[in-house]
């Protein structure tokens, strides 16, 4: 067993003294150094600088990916040379982001966006994100309108029709010749130039004409798409109905085939009034004889150049027309028209529409007392590419109806002339 060492006494007052604790241990040499220090206080800068990046990418994302306000589908246009702030206004003042537009061009900056930005008309979807709305406007995905060009009209008449379109900017500086646009409904963005529209009407009214052309029946006494064109005009003209289109055709590749005058009505009125498109009023017998290079009871064959823009069934039926022998066709008083072989048949086609037309006047006469109306001015086949209308004389006290003059020989007798 050891032994402990002896404790040696201590006087009262040392007793009463606090004992010496020991210093602390210097600070090294190396810990004092200043690039020690500098470099702890840029860990921790950087460190913070992370935390608060981290923070505000989180709170960006939630924002750019969040709902937006617009409660419908809305069209809105960006004008052009609009910058990141006028955009932001535009779409702040139509609803489709929320009124804090800081949120928008912050966007636009964290995605990169500020170059690509393009001018135009855009639908933006309902609750539209500032993704998508950034989105849509960077892959230029602007508003398509439809716009429809029926068939049968002439240039001046498409011209014009795209002259009171809104949505189209500029002028048509050159009228397009006639049967060089192709009637088809389009689709276009706001704004486009009307030339850039007539320019793609000619194209696409090129490119079907070849196909129809390299499809074409061979025995047709046609030479050229342009002759093809000028006939599937006067087919377009003539007939409204699809199912007679073909056949229409036939009686004036027949009578090419046969040497006879194609004695068409609507081929005189373009003689009269030209790329205006309609006559106003039934054909006068003076104007049947009347020399024009467009008259085709005067001139033999095809005249000069289309009377219209056909669309592609009429197209379609000049370049395969039916198989018949027929010559001639009058409106059959149903929307339609009654074809036949021979003059006979069709004298006798024409003798039933006069009769039916004899009795829809007679079930249409007013009371004698009450006052004549106004003459309708009937619209022809040409004018409307519908089957023609009758003309109706204007009821007298004593309502007579002069004798029907005898039917032309012409391949259409069915627009109304008056004698003169």
């Known amino acids: 067993m050891s032994e402990r060492p002896p404790i040696s006494p201590r006087s009262p007052r040392a007793a009463l003294e606090p004992e010496q604790v020991p210093p602390p241990p210097k600070r090294s040499e190396r810990a004092r150094n200043p690039f020690i220090v500098v470099g702890n206080a840029i860990i921790t800068f950087i460190l913070f600088v992370m935390i608060a990046v981290g923070g505000i990418y989180i709170y960006g994302k939630q924002k750019i990916e969040a709902a937006g306000p617009l409660q419908e589908d809305k069209i809105v246009n960006i004008p052009s040379r609009a910058g990141v702030t006028d955009i932001a206004d535009v779409l702040q003042r139509e609803g489709v982001i929320d009124n804090n537009r800081w949120a928008f061009i912050g966007s636009v900056f964290a995605l990169k966006a500020r170059s690509e930005l393009k001018p135009g008309e855009y639908q933006f979807q309902k609750n539209a994100s500032l993704r998508d709305v950034i989105g849509t406007i960077v892959e230029g995905k602007v508003v398509q309108h439809s716009v429809t060009v029926p068939e049968g009209l002439t240039s001046e008449q498409i011209v014009a029709r795209l002259s009171e379109n809104d949505i189209f900017s500029g002028s048509v500086r050159e009228l397009p010749r006639e049967g060089t646009l192709l009637p088809e409904t389009y689709k276009f963005p706001r704004g486009t130039p009307r030339d850039q529209v007539i320019a793609r009407m000619q194209q696409a009214q090129k490119r079907v004409l070849a196909e129809i052309w390299d ?165 022809s086949a040409s004018d409307t590419g519908a089957p023609a209308a009758a003309a109706k004389p204007a009821p007298a006290k004593k309502p007579t109806r002069p004798a029907a003059p005898p039917p032309r020989q012409g391949a259409a007798a069915s627009a109304p002339v008056v004698q003169q």
């Open 215 to 379: 499809r074409r029946n061979p025995d047709i006494p046609i030479k050229t798409p342009e002759q093809l064109v000028t006939l599937a005009s006067i087919v377009e003209k003539e007939t409204g109905r699809a199912d007679e289109r073909s056949r229409v055709a036939a009686v004036f590749v027949n009578r090419l085939r046969q040497k006879i005058k194609l004695q068409s009505d609507p081929t005189i009125i373009y003689g009269l009034v030209g790329g205006k498109g309609t006559l106003g009023r039934p054909i006068k017998r003076s104007e049947i004889q009347q020399p024009s290079p467009y008259n085709t009871y005067v001139v033999d064959g095809l005249p000069p150049g289309p009377i219209a823009n056909p669309g592609r069934a009429s197209l379609e039926a000049a370049a395969n027309p039916a198989r018949t022998r027929d010559l001639f066709f009058v409106a059959d008083g149903t929307g339609g028209h009654a074809f036949s072989d021979s003059y006979d048949q069709h004298s006798k086609n024409v003798a039933k529409l006069r009769a039916m037309e004899k009795q829809t006047q007679n079930d249409t006469v007013e009371p004698a007392d009450d006052p004549a109306p106004p003459a309708a001015a009937n619209a």
